[in-house]
């Protein structure tokens, strides 16, 4: 199995822009699609980016994702930041052996 | 609109077993596999069980292998897990998740639970 790793935390100023970083240890990032998750304090995840770069309805086209094979991460983009942007940032991945990966997940605090 | 209610989470002492459900409503439950994610106090979300959409198929994390059994009752439109041998490490907030894939099919969580908490401890 691989792993995602995501910087602990980061913090920027509302109506900045940030980016959210995902790296994946072993295997290609492109093999298989990347989700990205939102969790805002005491909430149940919700899905922000499926499929790499795919947004939910709901979703405003603020976040925005990407997939970069050179650096085998993936990146998660939030401009214009808002105060109700802050939360816990968690990307997701799975394997073919039927295992559901995430990373370990990234706060961001919006200052 | 998709709900799903966790239901079961308590305090138990090591070794024992608890049972989880979650019921859901709001679309067609026999055609989509279902997942349970938990996540510890104070970290990330860990992957626990998938079962597939008729529940011919179950795949489970490591960590849980041979202790938990997931399960589905199509007729109930109810999710389960139930968790034997438990451990402190399992102590966690646990989540039913739906899979966005519907049919023989495994994709990404698209709706979820709030979960339910569950203690470890003597």
């Known amino acids: 199995n691989f792993m995602l790793t995501q910087s602990h935390s980061v913090s920027e100023s509302p109506g900045k822009t940030v980016t959210i970083s995902c790296t994946r240890s072993?295997?290609?990032?492109?093999?298989?699609?990347v989700q990205w998750y939102r969790q805002r304090p005491g909430s149940s995840p919700t899905t922000v980016i499926y499929?790499?770069?795919?947004?939910p309805s709901a979703v405003p086209d603020r976040f925005s994702a990407a997939i970069d094979s050179s650096s085998n991460s993936a990146s998660l983009t939030i401009t214009g930041l808002k105060p109700e942007d802050e939360a816990d940032y968690y990307c997701?991945?799975?394997?073919?052996?039927?295992?559901?990966?995430f990373g370990g997940g990234t706060k961001l605090t919006v200052l | 609109q998709v709900h799903l209610v966790e239901s079961g989470g308590g305090v138990v002492q090591p070794a024992r077993s608890l049972r989880l459900s979650c019921a859901a409503s709001?679309?067609?439950?026999?055609?989509?596999?279902m997942h349970w994610v938990r996540q510890a106090p104070g970290k990330g979300l860990e992957w626990v069980a998938v079962?597939?959409?008729?529940?011919?198929?179950?795949y489970y994390a490591d960590s849980v292998k041979g202790r938990f059994t997931i399960s589905r009752d199509n007729s109930k439109n109810t999710l389960s897990l139930q968790m034997n041998s438990l451990r402190a490490e399992d102590t966690a907030v646990y989540f039913c998740?739906?899979?966005?894939?519907?049919?023989?099919?495994?994709?990404?969580?698209?709706?979820w639970g709030q979960g339910t908490l569950v203690t470890v401890s003597s």
């Open positions: 997701q991945s799975y394997d073919s052996n039927f295992h559901w990966v």
């Open positions: 709001g679309f067609i439950f026999n055609t989509f596999a």
């Open positions: 072993s295997g290609s990032i492109a093999s298989t699609y």
């Open positions: 499929e790499d770069n795919r947004r």
């Open positions: 079962i597939s959409y008729d529940g011919s198929n179950k």
């Open positions: 998740a739906r899979d966005s894939c519907g049919g023989d099919c495994y994709y990404y969580f698209d709706s």
